[in-house]
């Protein structure tokens, strides 16, 4: 027992090490921003081996959404997105976000990154932007074959387009609770918006 | 003159009249609603005649525009989107509702507006859910001879599907500024976006 006010027992050595990490990464991302920290320069201002925080850590946006409190690996999520029938892409990327939204456990937080998306001040918007961008949507969009070969700024504009319709789907399902849209089964969105989705990776 | 502190000269008989017919009304929405209020009710609590209500504004949804400090007149912006080739009316909403969100006047009402609408307290959002999808989107469906022969619900599904896209269009270009969203001309989102709601209202 170390004796600190507010512990319930002894801390083992890793936790303290995995919050160290934690630490760095946000000084990091807010000095840096999304795009531009870096696992190694994590590490360095955490004072540990880079090799370290791969083992804590599922790579750079699971990190952030660690810190953002995020009780989801989106890592993972992506992972189930992008594996499977390209034609397909699209009703997955609507069936899966939907899933993840609709779930009790993970509603609030998602609802708490929409709130520091819209009302947040610039730096925190800034890195919101960048981590979905770069490290949700924009590998969605590569996973497609189409979408894969389109220049990267056509790529961009499809990012884009992608995400605006699922943020919107979220306002209008879970926070606006719009009649039509809060109401009806997840499948009716699916197939209603799933469509537009795959139009956006393949055309 | 009064010689009450504040005012600089005389004020107008009309508008107090206007004055009093704003604060029944805000009284009248808080109470009943955006779809529950009534041009009559709100007579009513302000003591006068309605056709003097009918006399300085022009209608529900421009009442409740001016108290949530809209500075435009939405029937209006309605009506210029309804009117014209009905094969043409996706593209007019998108390219009505970037434009007017372009414009550095509206920008911080309208961003203020979608703040209500993800953090303001339940009784606002119930009100701003109402009036978008009655006073603007309803309309807007309506005003399309195929969707105008849909079931209500059917119809409903169609207007939060619209607003959705839009909500999220919004929220990409000019809050996140999600970049392929932020940077590109309105004529590119309108290209773009204008088939896809073109598709919510004719199949």
Redesign the interface.
């Given at each position: 027992m170390t004796g600190e006010v507010g512990r319930r027992g002894p801390r083992p050595a890793g936790e303290d090490t995995r919050s160290a990490i934690l630490a760095a990464a946000r000084e990091e991302f807010a000095t840096s921003g999304y795009a531009g920290a870096s696992l190694r320069g994590i590490a360095r201002r955490a004072g540990v081996d880079p090799r370290l925080v791969h083992h804590y850590f599922d790579g750079k946006a699971a990190l952030f959404a660690e810190i953002i409190d995020l009780p989801l690996n989106p890592a993972a999520v992506v992972a189930g997105i992008v594996d499977g029938d390209p034609d397909e892409l699209g009703a997955r990327i609507v069936r899966t976000f939907l899933t993840v939204w609709d779930h009790d456990d993970n509603r609030p937080a998602l609802l708490a990154l929409?709130?520091t998306?819209?009302?947040g001040e610039s730096n925190g918007?800034a890195q919101?932007?960048e981590y979905?961008?770069s490290g949700v949507v924009g590998r969605i969009v590569r996973a497609h074959p189409h979408a894969a070969t389109l220049s990267p700024?056509e790529r961009?504009?499809?990012?884009?387009?992608i995400?605006?319709?699922?943020?919107?789907?979220a306002?209008?399902?879970y926070?606006?609770?719009?009649?039509?849209?809060?109401g009806?089964p997840l499948e009716?969105l699916v197939e209603?918006?799933g469509p537009?989705i795959q139009?956006?990776l393949e055309n």
């Open positions: 929409i709130r998306g819209v009302t918007v919101l932007r979905l961008s700024k961009t504009l499809r990012a884009g387009l995400a605006s319709q699922m943020m919107g789907l306002l209008a399902r926070v606006i609770e719009f009649p039509g849209v809060a009806v009716s209603r918006i537009i139009g956006h």
